[in-house]
């Protein structure tokens, strides 16, 4: 269970961890784009070091609310980002985009993964991710994040979810991206409530046997200050439970902000997995 990301092949029958770095206007109110780079790759080599897999590149925030920034924009954000990283750190880079121009680019730039929270639904960019020829994620999200966590409501939200799912495999597979470069996300906290995030976390098994590895984050969010009564800056310990039950139900990559210590979760559910093959 390889997958060839930009010439970094990753062995997906283990779970792998994704580190977060955020190039977004909210994580650098400061301003500058030199120090925004700076920060950027010293927040990558940190989490290199700590064992990440992957990491994740976003120049789009997708929290609710949060507002939306124009192709050049995202442009400038992201690529210098992804070509400092590329030239510097033996890592694979997924880019957090639905822009069909920020994908071609940062392909080219040295991306291996196609992270798109939208599903590749945005016009082009589906095929400029086939293009690209590298793998995509593709997440399942009900709404748009500006208005998603206002009144979410699915009939039976696995099915629906997985439905989803593989009708965007579907037109994925026509438009050239074969099975083997595809990665599924159930999009935890994408217009969902307490009750289908944890029917959905309690179904990963169940969408896992769709056939695809599967991506899951829940680092942090919203879902775990529900539970806990946690604020962000505190949400590690749930973090990390519910990145746990997420590898022991069969997810590939797990995306965090709190790489080292997710690491030696899923080391523990590794181990387990290896020891009773
Ligand atoms: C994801 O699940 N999530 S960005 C709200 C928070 C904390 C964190 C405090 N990109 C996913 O991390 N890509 C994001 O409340 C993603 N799957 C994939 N594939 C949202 C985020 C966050 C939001």
Redesign the pocket.
């Known amino acids: 269970m390889e997958m060839n990301f930009a010439g970094h092949k990753i062995d997906l029958a283990h779970p792998q961890v994704m580190g ?1 770095v955020n190039v977004t206007p909210d994580s650098f109110s400061d301003g500058g784009r030199f120090n925004q780079l700076d920060t950027a790759l010293a927040q990558a080599e940190k989490l290199v070091r700590e064992g990440a897999a992957f990491i994740d590149i ?1 120049g789009e925030s ?2 609710p609310g949060a507002a939306t920034v124009s192709v050049d924009e995202e442009l400038d954000r992201v690529c210098p980002v992804v070509e400092a990283i590329s030239q510097r750190l033996d890592v694979a880079i997924s880019v ?1 985009t639905s822009t069909p121009q920020v994908i071609t680019e940062s392909a080219r730039l040295g991306a291996g993964l196609v ?1 798109d ?1 939208r599903a590749l639904t945005k016009d082009g960019a589906m095929q400029a991710a086939a293009d690209a020829g590298i793998p995509v ?1 593709l ?1 399942h999200m009900q709404g748009e994040p500006g208005t998603m966590q206002q009144a979410p409501h699915y009939d039976n939200v696995v099915s629906e979810v997985s439905r989803f799912l593989m009708d965007r495999v579907a037109v994925a597979k026509e438009a050239g991206i074969p099975a083997e470069r595809i990665i599924l ?1 159930p ?3 994408f217009g969902k409530n307490l009750e289908h995030n944890l029917v959905l976390l309690e179904a990963l098994d169940q969408m896992h046997a769709l056939g695809y590895p599967l ?3 829940m ?4 879902m775990l200050g529900q539970i806990t009564g946690r604020d ?1 800056a505190d949400r590690l310990p749930a973090s990390l439970a519910v990145a746990t039950i997420a590898a022991m139900k069969g997810a590939a990559i797990i ?1 965090v902000h709190d790489v080292r210590e997710t690491v030696d979760a899923v080391k523990v559910v590794s181990a387990l997995k290896e020891a009773t093959a």
């Open positions: 977060v976003g997708t929290r957090d992270n929270v994620c997440m996300d999009g935890f906290g991506l899951v984050g680092s942090r969010k919203t962000v995306r």
